[in-house]
């Protein structure tokens, strides 16, 4: 995390106190201007951050002021990434592959079916899923197994161009960007619920899933979306924001990536 030298059981503690309250809201804390970067999924690792770097190609490894500290290049156009114990899995747009990075080793993850332009990739255990952008679907696979959840419309189970995907509590969230909402679904594939589709999102392009908290990153409409998992539209946050990418929350503090102005923004929670 970011500040490793707090406990896990303090980090857990300030997460329960403040995420109970209703009275707590996120506001806004720094804006960091990047360097040469055009960023489009954000994870963490240890006391950095990872930034895909789609204009350039990479990802880059910075501090929490901007500084590029390391960099992986030479992949082509990635996008929503994801760390899962060490190794990256990294979606290349223009490949239509998943790159699995391990120690500057690479490898590509077997799925049986033929991606275009693939946008997100979500690691839970043996369960990864894959937005699987032209398609129109979700690529879900499971140990050995491959299924495909989904099709091109605008009904339940129907995706129009999606761009995210996030696990939380055995349940995957789809960011189904063209059709401005969040669709729900169990760990089969299951369809469960949507949420956002009456709140005026105008381009559902990234998400998080944190501590019972669902963040949505509106692109056209330069919003974050925060809602309860059940479906409760909690707060909206605007300040700061030009074409908001990705989000990643971090115990009482979230960073969303700034494609429109190549920033970083900060926010910090407050009761």
Same mark, same amino acid.
């Given at each position: %995390?970011?500040? +490793?030298?707090i406990?896990?059981?303090v980090?857990?503690?300030?997460?329960? *106190?403040l995420g109970?309250?209703?009275?707590?809201?996120w506001?806004?804390?720094?804006? =960091?201007?990047l360097?040469?970067?055009?960023? *489009?999924?954000?994870?963490?690792d240890?006391?950095?951050l990872w930034?895909?770097?789609?204009?350039?190609n +990479?990802l880059?490894? @910075?501090?929490? =002021?901007?500084e590029?500290?390391?960099e992986?290049?030479?992949i082509?156009?990635? %996008?929503?990434?994801?760390?899962f114990?060490?190794k990256?899995?990294? $979606?290349?747009?223009? #490949?239509?592959k @998943?790159?699995?990075?391990?120690?500057r080793?690479s490898?590509?993850?077997?799925l049986?079916?033929?991606?275009d332009?693939p946008?997100a990739?979500?690691v839970?255990g043996?369960? =990864?899923?894959?937005?699987?952008?032209?398609?129109?679907?979700? @690529?879900?696979k499971?140990k050995?197994?491959?299924?495909? *959840?989904?099709?091109e419309?605008?009904?339940?189970?129907e995706?129009?161009y999606p761009?995210?995907v996030a696990?939380?509590? !055995?349940?995957?969230?789809?960011a189904?960007a063209?059709n401005?909402r969040?669709?729900?679904?169990?760990k089969?594939g299951k369809?469960l619920?949507?949420?956002?589709? !009456?709140?005026d999102i105008?381009?559902?392009?990234?998400? #998080?899933?944190v501590e019972?908290?669902l963040?949505v990153?509106?692109?056209?409409?330069n +919003?974050?979306?925060i809602y309860?998992? !059940?479906?409760?539209l909690?707060? *909206?946050? #605007?300040?700061?924001?030009?074409k $908001?990418?990705? =989000?990643?929350v971090?115990?009482?503090?979230?960073w969303?990536?700034n !494609?429109?102005?190549? #920033?970083?923004?900060?926010?910090?929670?407050? $009761?």
């Amino acid at each position: %995390m970011i500040n +490793r030298a707090i406990s896990v059981v303090v980090w857990i503690g300030i997460i329960l *106190i403040l995420g109970c309250s209703s009275s707590s809201k996120w506001f806004l804390q720094d804006k =960091i201007y990047l360097t040469d970067i055009s960023p *489009i999924g954000i994870a963490a690792d240890g006391g950095f951050l990872w930034l895909s770097d789609v204009a350039g190609n +990479r990802l880059v490894k @910075i501090d929490t =002021i901007g500084e590029i500290q390391q960099e992986y290049k030479d992949i082509k156009r990635p %996008m929503h990434f994801a760390i899962f114990q060490s190794k990256f899995y990294v $979606p290349e747009y223009e #490949t239509d592959k @998943i790159v699995i990075l391990d120690n500057r080793e690479s490898q590509f993850l077997q799925l049986g079916e033929q991606l275009d332009a693939p946008a997100a990739v979500a690691v839970d255990g043996n369960s =990864i899923a894959v937005a699987d952008f032209y398609n129109h679907r979700i @690529i879900l696979k499971q140990k050995e197994k491959t299924y495909i *959840i989904g099709k091109e419309g605008h009904h339940t189970n129907e995706f129009y161009y999606p761009t995210d995907v996030a696990w939380y509590k !055995n349940q995957l969230y789809v960011a189904d960007a063209y059709n401005n909402r969040i669709q729900v679904f169990d760990k089969q594939g299951k369809y469960l619920k949507t949420i956002g589709e !009456n709140d005026d999102i105008q381009v559902a392009t990234g998400l #998080t899933v944190v501590e019972g908290q669902l963040f949505v990153a509106d692109f056209d409409g330069n +919003r974050i979306l925060i809602y309860h998992t !059940n479906g409760e539209l909690q707060q *909206i946050i #605007t300040e700061g924001l030009n074409k $908001p990418v990705d =989000i990643l929350v971090l115990g009482n503090i979230f960073w969303v990536a700034n !494609n429109g102005d190549g #920033t970083l923004v900060k926010y910090e929670l407050s $009761p």
